[in-house]
């Protein structure tokens, strides 16, 4: 039962590192900044 919980706490670690990952690559922390279309600029 031990094993069990080593194994799905270690699937849990190695999930989240790969969201973070992934999300910082999508927005690269806090510097991006999406461009504005002209027409909602008003």
Do not use: D, H, I
């Not at 699937?11 to 990952?21: E, I, M």
């Amino acid at each position: 039962m031990k094993n069990k919980s080593y194994l799905l706490n270690l699937v849990a670690v190695l999930s989240l590192t790969f969201a973070n990952l992934g999300a910082e690559v999508a927005c690269w922390g806090l510097f991006y900044q999406p461009e504005m279309p002209k027409r909602l600029r008003k």
